[in-house]
């Protein structure tokens, strides 16, 4: 017969040798991975334009931007053409139907009358003529602002019934002042500040003598209503 401490000793070191070996075991079912063993990769999601906003022009913060654009077409006219050809206003209101409409730049010359519209305006922007609005999109906002070429329509329509000038006398121009893209194809009217001079100087078709645009130049300022 076997010695009752060796029996023992054996029964106690079986049950140590199974349960170390069943505790080395997960049952089928029990163990999960963790979520971020399985996590999908962290995308940067490129960050959408919010809802369409009205660009507001007659806020405080558009109005200084605004007027520092007019600001750098003067100061580009006045530093690249002659004084003797070309004739600059700015800033003129003029009476249409019920109401008024203001003007950024008026430039006779003998080769016809520039009307400007300043747009001192960043990110990209997209329209064509013939739509009402025109975008600005910047990566998260969106602004929609007035076609500025209709703009630019109306003001040479209060120049023309002021001065009598025939339609063919009229260059309208809208001109782009801030780091802007446009993003759509664009009528050749409507560019850069730094296209802007040779784009005037295309024109070299005269209409008038000097002395006639001279003369012409002080009619709009003489009808203009004061700000």
Same mark, same amino acid.
């Given at each position: 017969?076997?010695?009752?401490?060796?029996?023992?000793?054996?029964?106690?070191?079986?049950?140590?040798?199974?349960?170390?070996?069943?505790?080395?075991?997960?049952?089928?079912?029990?163990?999960?991975?963790?979520?971020?063993?399985?996590?999908?990769?962290?995308?940067?999601?490129?960050?959408?334009?919010?809802?369409?906003?009205?660009?507001?022009?007659? =806020?405080? $913060?558009?109005?200084?931007?605004?007027?520092?654009?007019?600001? %750098?077409? &003067?100061?580009? !006219?006045?530093?690249?053409?002659?004084?003797?050809?070309?004739?600059?206003?700015?800033?003129?209101?003029?009476?249409?139907?019920?109401?008024?409409?203001?003007?950024?730049?008026?430039?006779?010359?003998?080769?016809?009358?520039?009307?400007?519209?300043?747009?001192?305006?960043?990110?990209?922007?997209?329209?064509?003529?013939?739509?009402?609005?025109?975008?600005?999109?910047?990566?998260? =906002?969106? $602004?929609?602002?007035?076609?500025?070429?209709?703009?630019?329509? %109306?003001? &040479?329509?209060? !120049?023309?019934?002021?001065?009598?000038?025939?339609?063919?006398?009229?260059?309208?121009?809208?001109?782009?002042?801030?780091?802007?893209?446009?993003?759509?194809?664009?009528?050749?009217?409507?560019?850069?500040?730094?296209?802007?001079?040779?784009?005037?100087?295309?024109?070299?078709?005269?209409?008038?003598?000097?002395?006639?645009?001279?003369?012409?130049?002080?009619?709009?300022?003489?009808?203009?209503?004061?700000?």
């Amino acid at each position: 017969m076997s010695d009752p401490s060796s029996l023992i000793a054996v029964i106690i070191f079986g049950l140590i040798f199974f349960f170390l070996v069943a505790g080395n075991r997960a049952p089928k079912g029990k163990h999960r991975p963790s979520k971020k063993a399985h996590a999908k990769p962290n995308r940067q999601r490129q960050a959408k334009p919010d809802k369409l906003r009205e660009y507001s022009a007659n =806020s405080w $913060y558009s109005t200084k931007k605004g007027q520092f654009g007019e600001w %750098i077409v &003067i100061e580009e !006219i006045k530093a690249s053409l002659p004084k003797d050809d070309y004739y600059l206003m700015n800033d003129i209101t003029l009476e249409l139907g019920r109401g008024t409409t203001q003007i950024d730049h008026i430039l006779i010359s003998v080769y016809g009358v520039f009307v400007i519209e300043t747009k001192h305006m960043a990110g990209w922007i997209f329209g064509n003529p013939r739509q009402k609005f025109w975008t600005q999109i910047f990566p998260t =906002s969106k $602004y929609r602002f007035l076609n500025p070429l209709r703009q630019n329509r %109306i003001h &040479i329509d209060a !120049i023309r019934k002021v001065t009598g000038f025939p339609g063919h006398y009229f260059v309208p121009l809208v001109v782009f002042t801030a780091q802007c893209e446009l993003k759509t194809e664009m009528p050749e009217n409507v560019l850069y500040r730094l296209d802007l001079i040779d784009y005037i100087n295309e024109f070299d078709t005269p209409y008038m003598s000097r002395q006639e645009a001279r003369e012409i130049a002080e009619i709009p300022i003489d009808n203009a209503i004061a700000d």
